[in-house]
């Protein structure tokens, strides 16, 4: 249990770094950064250890993992998107790895008939111009 906690705690500083690196060059840079766990994992709860059960008979704790999505100012400037809208709908949402692909896809700007709206977590937060 110790090591899967000081890697949680070594997750978050590095995510934590990378946050501020990246605010340290957004007078420079239009910003962003995500982040999204590969999987979840079981630390004995049930007598489940560890992660990889098949989804039907997978626990929670296996299937829900965490995402982070940073956006800088600048960024929520030129492209439009509501921060209020973004925290209101990580209340009400439940997203997964499905949607992170049309996600950097709609993040970064690339235009592709592979590209699901439906699927862009920051779509629907989005302001239409006037």
Known sequence: MNTYDNTLVYVDYIVDKAINL?????????????YL?????SLGENGIYLHGLPYA?????????????WLSEDYQKRYQ???????KQAQTQHYSQDNLFSTLL???????????????ILQTCRRVSE
Do not use: R
């Open 22 to 34: 990246l605010k340290e060059h957004q007078d420079k840079f239009t910003t962003s950064l995500v």
């Open 106 to 120: 709609g993040l970064t700007g690339v235009e592709t008939k592979y590209y699901q709206a439906a699927d862009d």
């Open 57 to 69: 008979i997978a626990p929670d704790s296996q299937k829900q993992v965490p995402m982070l999505l």
């Open 37 to 41: 766990s590969d999987h979840g994992e």
């Open 81 to 87: 998107v509501d921060q209020n809208c973004l925290q």
